[in-house]
Every structure is written in structure tokens, then in C-alpha cells.
T-cell receptor, first 113, second 108 residues
Framework: EAQVTQNPRYLITVTGKKLTVTCSQNMNHEYMSWYRQDPGLGLRQIYYSMNVEVTDKGDVPEGYKVSRKEKRNFPLILESPSPNQTSLYFC????????????FGPGTRLTVL | AQRVTQPEKLLSVFKGAPVELKCNYSYSGSPELFWYVQYSRQRLQLLLRHISRESIKGFTADLNKGETSFHLKKPFAQEEDSAMYYCALGFTGNQFYFGTGTSLTVIP
């Protein structure tokens, strides 16, 4: 089944403890993105990638890192999480092209205490 | 700056009534606009995109460059339309701006 998977789905951690949220897609898509969803703020793009080793900052990149070493994987790294990074995170992938559909993962709910 | 505005956080309509979800964007070039929908306990998914000029589940959206709007419309709302709707502005290279979303409730 063509899909985007994220792990873990739920995570509670403490301030400063490094964590990684994985994202994987099996559709051979060139483009991938990370978003955070917060009440009243909608979805905001954190980082996006157009291909392997090609990444760029989105609207809210502070406090996050990404890597794209393989086409199918796009992990989101929080080196030193803080409570303001408590949010619902979505990964998405897209076939290269301006008008193509983004396929979203199921979301990862992160709580930083 | 490129931005998307959805002025209504919550919208309630009765079943069978027309519904319009507003979206305004701020961009001086030729926009790539989308509507995404998130039903309860489901993933965010594409509803429609302006370039396709399509009608999905009875919804349509017309790009009005003069008013910089891309409002989503349906003539007769159904209960299954209850969901969160996001308008999005996309750029070549995978950069996207989403609005804050409108939660639509269709009252039986």
C-alpha cells in the first residue's frame, strides 16, 4: 500500500533530551516535508526537501534539523527539545511537480515536559 | 511575504444549505492553490487544486486573482462534509503555506 509512515505516533519527553521522529514513504517521491500543527495556527512548514541531500528551511525551522540521505526517509531531529515544541507533527511526500498532491503521514503527537 | 488567510475558525451550516469557506492569499505572482481536508481520525488529504478546475465531492473553488481569493463552495452541505478544511499556497520546489483552517460542522 502506498503510504507515508511516521514513528513514533506518540512521544512524551523532557526538555533537552534529543529525539528523532522518523518518516518514510514508499511512493518514490522526490519531495518531502515536515509540518507542525498547532491550535489556531494551522499547519506550518518546518523543513522541506526536493531530493536526496537537498533540504531547505520552511516557515518555522528554529530548533529542528532534518536530513535526507535516502530518497524514502526524511527524519526530523530535535537536538534539545523545549516545551514550545509540544505539537502535532506531520510528514508529507509529493511527486516532483508544482501541482501535485501531498500525501500526509498519520501524525506524531509530541509532548515536551 | 506569501500568506494564506482563512477568516473563519468555525463554521456551522444546516444539512442541505449552501456552504462557503473563505480563503484569501497574499502573493503577487501566479499562485498554486489547494484545498486540503482532514476528516475525524483520518489523514490530511487533498480535496482539490485550482489548476485542475475539478469538482470533488460536490465542492468547487474558483481562483479570483483580482480579489486574491480561492473560496471553497458547495451548494448543498452533507453531514459527511463535517471536517477541518485548510487552504494552501504552494510554490515550485515544495514550499507551502497553509491557512489556519476552518472547522466545518454540518448540522443534521
Amino acid at each position: 500500500e502506498a503510504q507515508v509512515t511516521q514513528n513514533p505516533r506518540y512521544l512524551i519527553t523532557v526538555t533537552g533530551k534529543k529525539l528523532t521522529v522518523t518518516c518514510s514513504q514508499n511512493m518514490n517521491h522526490e519531495y518531502m516535508s515536515w509540518y507542525r500543527q498547532d491550535p489556531g495556527l494551522g499547519l506550518r512548514q518546518i523543513y522541506y526537501s526536493m531530493n536526496v541531500e537537498v533540504t531547505d528551511k520552511g516557515d518555522v525551522p528554529e530548533g529542528y534539523k532534518v536530513s535526507r540521505k535516502e530518497k524514502r526517509n526524511f527524519p526530523l531531529i530535535l537536538e534539545s527539545p523545549s516545551p514550545n515544541q509540544t505539537s502535532l507533527y506531520f510528514c508529507a511526500s509529493t511527486q516532483r511537480g508544482a501541482y501535485n498532491e501531498q500525501f500526509f503521514g498519520p501524525g506524531t503527537r509530541l509532548t515536551v515536559l | 511575504a506569501q500568506r494564506v488567510t482563512q477568516p473563519e475558525k468555525l463554521l456551522s451550516v444546516f444539512k442541505g444549505a449552501p456552504v462557503e469557506l473563505k480563503c484569501n492569499y497574499s502573493y503577487s505572482g501566479s499562485p498554486e492553490l489547494f484545498w486540503y481536508v482532514q476528516y475525524s481520525r483520518q489523514r490530511l488529504q487533498l480535496l482539490l487544486r485550482h489548476i485542475s478546475r475539478e469538482s470533488i465531492k460536490g465542492f468547487t473553488a474558483d481562483l479570483n486573482k483580482g480579489e486574491t481569493s480561492f473560496h471553497l463552495k458547495k451548494p448543498f452541505a452533507q453531514e459527511e462534509d463535517s471536517a477541518m478544511y485548510y487552504c494552501a499556497l504552494g510554490f515550485t520546489g515544495n514550499q507551502f503555506y497553509f491557512g489556519t483552517g476552518t472547522s466545518l460542522t454540518v448540522i443534521p
